[in-house]
């Protein structure tokens, strides 16, 4: 297979993380020629990566040892270092004029927020937080839209040692109930609604039940973007007046490098979502490393991926703050008024790094979109893909309508770890359809079903040394008995993701989706995105959904389902071209018992499909208990899939 793009000779050059290969090796006395060496050497030797990572980045002196202890679950980071995350902001402010955040609405221009004024707002808020009452350690929560606002709340809740978590106004009370509610918070910013494809969404009814539901809150704060009165809540406005202390430095509060940043939560499927506990040097140091040397991110960036307070890819944009990046934060829909939006949005602010999903690559294409034919994208240079594994199709169809300057750069990782595993990276060619190299730090490795390394073969991620920004624990997991199982019941002393790879010859990686929603009939294994690749190219086919569902006689029961775009039919004639793409283009051993049509596919609210859970209503669990409905974008297609679930023979 051909590269889609390779790197010049300038690329390599003034690649950021070249220039922390040169630093690496005058501090160290390494010789890394190429990445693939500097990444060895990163997972080899591991307390000399991040303790060079440190000083790269000026983060101040080492308290003691970089790597007290190396165990996995139970490593321990930095022990005796302080810091915190807000003064890695404040230190990359700027006064060149440019600003650190553009603020996008759909119904109103850009704003930008200047550096003064986030560091002004930020020190107002901290100590509005201060004056509630606010201590290290308190949580304070947001019910927001991705507005600029959320960034300054965040930040000042930083400041002051707090921990931060949050739910974008997409979710329900319910939902975002059910993740806030766990945290006993103290303060709670939100905002009266917001405005998505054209139509006023008034949270009010919402924001009132959340509260009666978080009887520990000492005061509410609320943005108004609809201009309509948040009954017993102070004003945005008031929160960030700085009228008598204009222009104050923001008074951080040093802590511990494992002490919570944030906390963030799984999709809640199955249960209540699990609250991810986060360090605030963890999360420093891997995302100075992830923006700055991975995504090649610096100070003169305009760095915009489209996201929710919700996902923890709102986190992950935040970061280009570290490194003095304008970051963009946008409210409204991806796909309103065009579905292009994203590019018109791009072509107009200079985007230079833009980031979405292979979903929403794939209804531009289907939508006939034509980025750089109708918008002017020569400010972008790199496209990040994250969410699903992005199709070669897709990478292939971007290639050609986005420039063949710009790099594509598909990332995974999660939120377990905030941030990424692999990705691109500035001096590593791309291919179609493939990661191109796992990130520095991350000893990544594809284990068979007897923990042992396979290459150009289907096997599970695993990480087998230990990175900063792990969880320092669940919420409520007083002794990590639920983080242990999360990760390291299979593979003792080892991280087990959950996704199912192929790491290729050239070091790239295939990620085929999750290996607990594997197909496997007859002992002969497909991933479902592989499927997803082939049939969602259909022209007629709006989304697709496969399960693979083990029944107790002992057969196997594998149905498609498909939601078809307006007008479209499902005629034998579709049936046969679903089947033969599907035959020609993955396996002939994977064409599904039976296509039916559906009403729809439910996701979790970050949009991710629910294949474990339906496939669990297919083996006959209790719908009641398989799924909590507030974790599911349409919860009444549950009932749906509930009704069709298989007899007992297949």
């Excluded at 290290?136 to 507005?147: H, S």
């Excluded at 939100?190 to 949270?203: E, I, Q, S, V």
């Excluded at 018109?344 to 790094?353: C, H, K, L, M």
């Excluded at 979405?356 to 979109?369: D, R």
Aim: glycine share 10%.
């Amino acid at each position: 297979m051909r590269p889609q793009w390779v790197p010049t000779d300038r690329d390599v050059d003034e690649a950021a993380v070249t220039e922390f290969a040169r630093f690496a090796e005058a501090e160290t006395g390494i010789t890394a020629p190429d990445y693939r060496t500097l990444w060895q050497w990163s997972v080899d030797d591991p307390a000399a990566f991040w303790r060079v990572l440190w000083k790269y980045f000026e983060l101040g002196e080492i308290g003691g040892e970089v790597l007290a202890d190396s165990a996995m679950p139970g490593a321990r980071w930095f022990p005796g270092t302080r810091l915190n995350y807000t003064d890695q902001v404040v230190r990359q402010a700027r006064t060149d004029g440019r600003p650190a955040i553009i603020a996008l609405h759909e119904d109103a221009e850009p704003r930008e927020v200047s550096w003064f004024e986030l560091i002004d707002e930020t020190a107002a808020f901290a100590r509005t937080l201060r004056t509630l009452g606010v201590r290290p350690g308190d949580r304070v929560v947001g019910y927001l839209p991705n507005i600029s606002e959320a960034v300054v709340a965040f930040l000042a809740t930083a400041a002051v040692g707090a921990v931060w978590s949050a739910c974008g106004q997409d979710y329900s009370a319910k939902a975002a109930l059910d993740r806030l509610g766990q945290l006993e918070p103290t303060v709670l910013i939100t905002a009266d609604g917001y405005r998505f494809g054209g139509k006023a969404h008034d949270k009010r009814d919402d924001i009132a039940a959340l509260r009666a539901g978080l009887p520990s809150l000492r005061a509410t704060v609320a943005v108004s973007r609809l201009g309509l009165p948040v009954d017993r809540a102070t004003p945005w406005r008031d929160a960030v007046d700085s009228t008598d202390n204009a222009g104050a430095l923001i008074a951080t509060e040093p802590v511990d490098f494992d002490h919570p940043l944030w906390i963030v939560f799984s999709s809640g499927t199955t249960g209540l979502p699990k609250g991810i506990v986060h360090g605030h040097g963890g999360v420093v140091l891997e995302h100075l490393k992830a923006i700055a040397l991975q995504s090649d991110i610096g100070a003169d960036d305009i760095f915009f991926w489209y996201t929710s307070p919700s996902w923890m890819m709102w986190n992950f944009q935040v970061a280009g703050l570290l490194v003095g990046a304008t970051i963009v934060c946008y409210d409204g829909s991806p796909s309103y008024p065009a579905p292009d939006a994203l590019w018109r949005i791009a072509s107009r602010i200079g985007v230079t790094v833009l980031g979405t999903s292979p979903g929403y690559v794939l209804a531009c294409i289907k939508a006939g979109a034509r980025p750089s034919a109708e918008h002017d994208l020569t400010a972008l240079r790199t496209v990040g893909i994250t969410g699903s594994p992005l199709p070669r199709s897709s990478a292939l169809w971007l290639g050609e309508n986005i420039g063949e300057h710009v790099r594509i750069s598909s990332i995974s990782g999660g939120t377990d770890v905030v941030s990424a595993f692999m990705g691109g990276v500035r001096t590593v060619p791309v291919w179609p359809g493939e990661l191109s190299a796992p990130y520095l730090g991350v000893a990544m490795d594809s284990y068979d079903a007897a923990g042992e390394p396979v290459r150009e073969e289907v096997g599970e991620l695993v990480i087998t040394n230990p990175m900063p920004s792990m969880p320092v624990g669940f919420w409520r997991d007083v002794d990590g008995t639920r983080y242990r199982d999360a990760y390291f019941d299979m593979f003792p002393g080892v991280w087990r993701h959950g996704d199912w790879i192929t790491i290729t010859d050239r070091g790239s990686i295939v990620v085929h989706g999750r290996s607990d929603s594997t197909l496997n009939r007859n002992g002969i294994r497909m991933g479902s995105a592989d499927i997803y690749q082939a049939v969602e190219r259909l022209p007629e086919i709006a989304e697709a959904l496969i399960i693979g569902a083990e029944q107790p006689d002992g057969g196997y029961w594998m149905p498609l389902f498909v939601v078809l775009v307006p007008g479209a039919g499902l005629t034998d004639e579709l049936r046969e071209r679903i089947e033969t793409t599907i035959r020609t283009e993955v396996s002939p051993r994977h064409i599904p018992d039976e296509i039916l049509l559906a009403p729809g596919i439910p996701h979790t609210r970050t949009g991710k499909k629910l294949e474990v859970p339906i496939k669990k209503l297919f083996q006959g669990a209790d719908p009641s208990r398989v799924v909590e409905r507030s974790a599911v974008d349409d919860p009444d297609l549950l009932d749906w899939y509930a009704a069709v679930r298989p007899p007992t023979a297949h």
